[in-house]
């Protein structure tokens, strides 16, 4: 969850800007290590995250050639990590786990100087502290007899043994530290044409210390480990021809790491092996990357890209090799997920989103406008908007409801449908396009909702029909009617209808029950249907026509929903 909130104000021209932010977040993963299905080797882990941040920040311009940022930050974060484990055969239990609290506070500032028209000078500061506080709780092995190992679940935590959540631990790490460092940056840009940026910066990175909470061995501690720190070079250039359509960027950096921060494996007597984190060296990467766009029409766009990158260790501060050395085998050793070469080509499409009430006529007229303006013609209008009246019954009306639902549904499941029409015609004549309508299973049967959807969705399907006459051979016109879809359909509160309370499944299982193809949609299954009515070459024959992508609801049985089950219960395995 985040909020941000902006204020302008007179000294230079500026703006007070305060970000907030918060999160809690909770996960369980189970982990099968031996991967069969003997309950041998496994864990469980569980993580209840919860943090908040707060960003206060001023920017503003002075002289009209000075730029100013300045600001501060905090962060506070606790993380409760569980870490349950089976070994050795399956009767071998852990369980451990641990309680970090962080508090991080910043200073920073960045200052732009533009020396010339051409030229700028960019400057940056920041000042970080970090404090981190640890319990850790490790608990000797409970090794149990097979039978009483098969019976038992590695989600289940017995009563005695360390759970972190319920605070019934005991914790024999407990230690807390801080970190703090200075991160400066200088840098320029060059504008010596236009269209071209060449620009080069220097700047130091600052990554805090910490603890290994997942650490659950009783012989190797949890930490600390220290912070790391890295210094970075980087020079290129932006280049832009063919009124922007072609862009060319290139650069080539150098980063030298100290005390590189880095997750290994250790063996461990409890369960072999432990992974944790340590500064293991220093290191240097440099390479250079280049990467091309350009932009076919208006909306879509072609890439490539091509990077190298070298890395190698410069000092060796932990037995990375595991031989209980270090030596020039560990110097020797490649930067673990560090590729050499890399590269890409593809291709993109712009999707261009405009707000706009469709139940007016400027809504409408904004709509195709923006529409035109982005992709320079139209040819094709879905009218898709739509709410539903939660199968409010007639009977259960009152004379209030029925008239302020009767305004809402059919302005916007009819009217917003022929104004649309109506912005769009003039564009849709010009490229002989095509208009597509999302219709609904209610357009053609009852009771697939109130009687004021059910109205509305037969009064579209009515328009749809004497559009198509009207409008033909100019324009075809033609409508999709989906059955029951799990979509976000808006239902006003006119209607006083509480939101359902079956899960998922079950509406997906009722769904099921009701349609002789025996499946639920997601919008996605109804895509074909609008493309082949909407494709100039497969659709061309077809106007006033509504395909119905339902399942088959109209061909169920008296007896029973569809005849075919007992055919696939044959072929089924016994």
């Known amino acids: 969850m985040v909020g941000q909130g902006d204020l302008d104000v007179g000294f230079g021209d500026g703006k007070i800007t305060n970000i907030a932010g918060y999160r809690h977040f909770k996960q369980g993963a189970r982990f099968d290590g031996d991967a069969g299905p003997a309950d041998v080797s496994e864990a469980f882990t569980y993580v209840d995250q919860e943090q908040y941040s707060n960003e206060l920040r001023y920017a503003g311009a002075f002289f009209d050639r000075v730029n100013v940022t300045t600001g501060v930050y ?78 038992r679940a590695v989600d289940v935590i017995p009563t005695g043994s360390c759970d972190i959540m319920a605070r019934r631990c005991n914790f024999d790490f407990v230690d807390q530290n801080s970190w703090r460092g200075w991160t400066p940056k200088v840098g320029f840009e060059w504008r010596p044409i236009d269209g071209t940026l060449i620009y080069g910066f220097w700047t130091r990175g600052f990554r805090g210390g910490g603890y290994n909470v997942r650490s659950g061995s009783l012989t190797i501690p949890p930490g600390p480990f220290e912070d790391e720190v890295q210094s970075s070079f980087e ?35 409890q369960f072999n092996t432990v992974t944790l984190v340590r500064n293991t060296a220093d290191a240097t990467v440099w390479g250079v990357e280049s990467d091309i766009q350009f932009l076919v029409t208006p909306n879509l766009v072609v890439f490539a890209s091509l990077g190298y990158t070298n890395g190698e260790y410069k000092k060796i501060k932990f037995d990375l090799t595991g031989d209980r050395l270090i030596n020039q085998r560990d110097l020797d050793l490649k930067l673990p997920r560090l590729s050499p070469w890399t590269g890409s080509v593809g291709f993109g499409a712009d999707v ?3 707000e706009a009430d469709l139940t007016t006529v400027e809504g409408n007229e904004k709509a195709v406008g923006e529409t035109v303006r982005a992709f320079g013609k139209l040819d094709i209008f879905v009218p898709n908007a739509g709410i539903f009246d939660g199968f409010a019954e007639f009977a259960d009306l009152t004379t209030a409801q029925l008239v ?7 302005g916007v499941n009819v009217k917003a449908v022929l104004l649309g029409a109506k912005a769009a015609l003039p564009e849709l004549l010009k490229t ?9 299973g209610s357009s053609i049967y009852p009771d697939g909702g109130g ?38 359909l808006h239902t006003p509160a006119v209607f006083g209808v509480k939101p359902l309370a079956a899960s998922e499944v079950e509406l997906d299982k009722w769904i099921e029950d009701l349609t002789p193809l025996a499946l639920h949609s997601n919008p996605d299954d109804h895509a074909g249907a609008y493309v082949l009515l909407a494709s100039r070459r497969d659709g061309k024959m077809i106007t006033g026509a509504v395909i119905k992508t339902d399942g088959g609801f109209d061909i169920r049985g008296l007896r029973r929903t569809r005849g075919g089950d007992r055919l696939l219960q044959a072929q089924a395995p016994e």
């Open 74 to 151: 905090y962060f506070a974060q606790q993380i409760n990590y569980q870490d349950n484990r089976r070994g050795v055969a399956g009767s071998l239990f852990v369980y451990s786990g641990g309680i970090q609290d962080s508090d991080a506070y910043a200073w920073l500032s960045a200052v732009d100087f533009k020396v010339s028209d051409t030229f700028t000078v960019n400057t940056g500061l920041r000042y970080s502290y970090e404090k981190k506080k640890v319990r850790v709780a490790t608990q000797p092995i409970n090794t149990l007899t097979d039978a009483a190992a098969r019976g």
């Open 235 to 269: 020079i290129g250039d932006k280049s832009q021809f063919l009124d922007r359509r072609l862009r060319f960027n290139n650069a080539v950096f150098y980063n030298k790491i100290k005390d590189l921060q880095r997750s290994i494996i250790l063996p461990d007597p």
């Open 352 to 354: 261009t989103t405009i």
């Open 404 to 410: 302020e639902g009767y305004e809402l549904l059919f």
């Open 432 to 440: 002989r396009g095509c208009i597509v309508m999302t219709l609904s």
């Open 451 to 488: 009687v004021l959807y059910v109205a509305s969705k037969h009064a579209a399907h009515g328009v749809m029909r004497q559009l198509a006459h009207e409008l033909a051979p100019a324009i075809r016109v033609n409508g999709v009617a989906p059955g029951v879809t799990r979509t976000s």
